[in-house]
T-cell receptor
């Protein structure tokens, strides 16, 4: 079973629109970490955010914000006022203390911001 | 540059050939992970080391794959008798045992098997 589900395969938005990328995870561990990474066409994984399972506080960083809800096992990512440079594939990932902290990645959401 | 480095960045080989990739983790990072990413998919875990010990291998790591980390520093991933299905990006990541939630990824090695 997929531990991390990103149901949105591709999203297109017009520049300056807000966009939310969904992530649903599955784990039995009480200690786990959730991540978002950006992967531009160059291929490198760019770290965006890390949250641990004990901290449900939402976070805002510039145009980026994250909504972590344990009750629905979701960790959604919102980009406000999208820009063309935001075009990339975005991955949500889960790391569990009980499985060596290996990362379980979702299948990614390809975001295209149209100028 | 003090990040994770991987060599080569690109490798093109013919089916049936052997290839070896190298990963140099961040200095003093105890944990080293290998992942494989095929087109349109997220990275998938292959194996990880704690110092020189290989602690876990995914079922994705067939008999043709072998990984080593002989001195607990750099690691190599070898694929024998490559197949076209091995074409993928191979990613390496490292972390400290005291901060396992922080994995730093390298730029990857893109393998193309013709």
């Amino acid at each position: 079973a997929q531990k991390v589900t990103q149901a949105q395969t591709e999203i297109s938005v017009v520049e300056k629109e807000d966009v939310t990328l969904d992530c649903v995870y599955e784990t039995r561990d009480t200690t786990y970490y959730l991540f978002w990474y950006k992967q531009p066409p160059s291929g490198e994984l760019v770290f965006l955010i890390r949250r641990n399972s004990f901290d449900e506080q939402n976070e805002i960083s510039g145009r980026y914000s994250w909504n972590f809800q344990k009750s629905t096992s979701s960790f959604n990512f919102t980009i406000t006022a999208s820009q063309v440079v935001d075009s990339a594939v975005y991955f949500c990932a889960l790391s569990e203390a009980g499985t060596g902290n290996q990362f379980y990645f979702g299948t990614g959401t390809s975001l295209t911001v149209i100028p | 540059d003090t990040g994770v480095s991987q060599d080569p960045r690109h490798k093109i080989t013919k089916r049936g050939q052997n290839v070896t990739f190298r990963c140099d983790p961040i200095s003093e990072h105890n944990r080293l992970y290998w992942y494989r990413q095929t087109l349109g998919q997220g990275p998938e875990f292959l194996t990880y080391f704690q110092n020189e010990a290989q602690l876990e291998k995914s079922r994705l790591l067939s008999d043709r794959f072998s990984a080593e980390r002989p001195k607990g520093s750099f690691s190599t991933l070898e694929i024998q008798r490559t197949e076209q299905g091995d074409s993928a990006m191979y990613l390496c990541a490292s972390s400290l045992i005291i901060a396992l939630d922080e994995q730093f990824f390298g730029p990857g090695t893109r393998l193309t098997v013709l």
